[in-house]
């Protein structure tokens, strides 16, 4: 199998990188290539991504009451990179730009909000932001919000609020992907039983693999299975192997292999959460280091076919079936 053949031909869709606070910061340009962090477009593109979700993440610094402001700027700073670097960047709101994307050399950003704090408990504010191009939203990050109690306050054994609830049935009704990753348990069995189309996890990996609470157990893979949705696998060291010394290649790969085995290889993709780690997967410096995933793949007997829907079918297939 010629992995980089494959790996160049390939749709590739990775579910979380928090690059948009670091370009806010004023870290690096995202048109430029950086020796900082792990994202910018010149390694997404050496790295051969197709789509990349951009994550809203509202730090605790602006709640409660400046989350929807921080929201709106972090939107306004994607559409305004997007503008500068309009032969390289493009907005995706439905399956169609991505492929765009692929036939044209560029990147698809998707943006995915990281946390309900930025709804403030409005359905209002989530349908102003779905017109801005929000496709992805994340119920919760580690704390409660309106909507849930993340895995901060799993302690409580609190699930989805009744706001909660409006607010799952009305990203099923726009068309808006809901992201499970760092919701409690409860929250995370209240989604699967109310949600009428596919769940994700952004990023996350396998509890069985490594037992970081941040995982998810087996009854949660089949739980996303059975929805038709996708877990994208994260290269925070603590989430790949107990002693982080140990997150090599090699232990990314058993997470893939105890996912496929559970959920299925329909179900399991890329969520690197890059930008948002400071250790993670020793051998992937960033973007650019994404085919030796597909290379590592090859050498555990994945096929090719495989290997497409591990690198971006999947994410694209549950793209096209929520946002259209």
């Known amino acids: 199998m010629d992995t980089q053949s494959l790996h160049r031909d390939a749709i590739i869709f990775d579910g979380h990188c928090d690059t948009l606070l670091e370009i806010q910061e004023g870290n690096w340009k995202l048109g430029e290539r950086s020796e900082r ?23 605790p610094e602006y709640l409660p009451a400046r989350a929807t402001w921080q929201a709106l700027r972090l939107i306004d700073l994607f559409q305004r990179e997007a503008e500068a670097n309009a032969d390289r960047l493009l907005l995706a709101t439905r399956a169609a730009d991505i492929e765009e994307a692929k036939r044209r050399g560029k990147v698809a950003g998707v943006l995915g909000l990281e946390g ?37 306050e799993k302690r409580t054994g609190g699930g ?7 607010l799952i049935e009305e990203l099923n009704r726009l068309g808006v992907m809901v992201d ?23 990023h ?3 509890y069985a693999v490594c037992p970081h609470q941040r995982n998810l157990t087996d009854e949660q893979l089949e739980g996303i299975a059975r929805s038709g ?12 192997a107990e002693d982080k010394e140990q ?27 890059f930008d948002g780690y400071e250790e993670g997967v020793r051998e992937i410096k960033d973007a650019a280091s994404l085919p ?15 290997i497409r829907k591990f690198l971006g079918g999947n994410w694209l297939r549950v793209f096209r079936q929520i946002v259209g």
């Open 116 to 152: 309900a704090e930025a709804l403030e408990g409005d359905l209002g504010v989530l349908r102003l932001l779905y017109q801005l191009g929000l496709r992805n939203v994340g119920i919760t990050w580690n704390f409660r919000n309106q909507a849930a109690d993340g895995l901060g």
């Open 204 to 206: 996350a990996n396998a």
């Open 37 to 59: 962090g792990h994202v910018d477009l010149p390694r997404l593109t050496e790295g051969g991504v197709t789509a990349q979700i951009f994550a809203l993440y509202i730090a």
């Open 229 to 240: 949705g996708v877990v994208g696998v994260t290269f925070v060291a603590s989430f790949v």
């Open 292 to 306: 030796l995933i597909t290379l590592g793949m090859a050498e555990r007997g994945y096929s090719e076919e495989d």
């Open 180 to 202: 499970v990753a760092h919701l409690a348990p409860a929250g995370v069995r209240d989604v699967l039983a109310i949600s009428q189309g596919p769940v994700v996890a952004s």
């Open 160 to 166: 989805l609020t009744e706001f909660g609830v409006k």
């Open 247 to 273: 997150a090599t290649l090699a232990k990314l790969l058993d997470h893939v292999d105890h996912i496929v085995k559970v959920a299925g290889i329909d179900h399991v993709g890329l969520g690197s959460d």
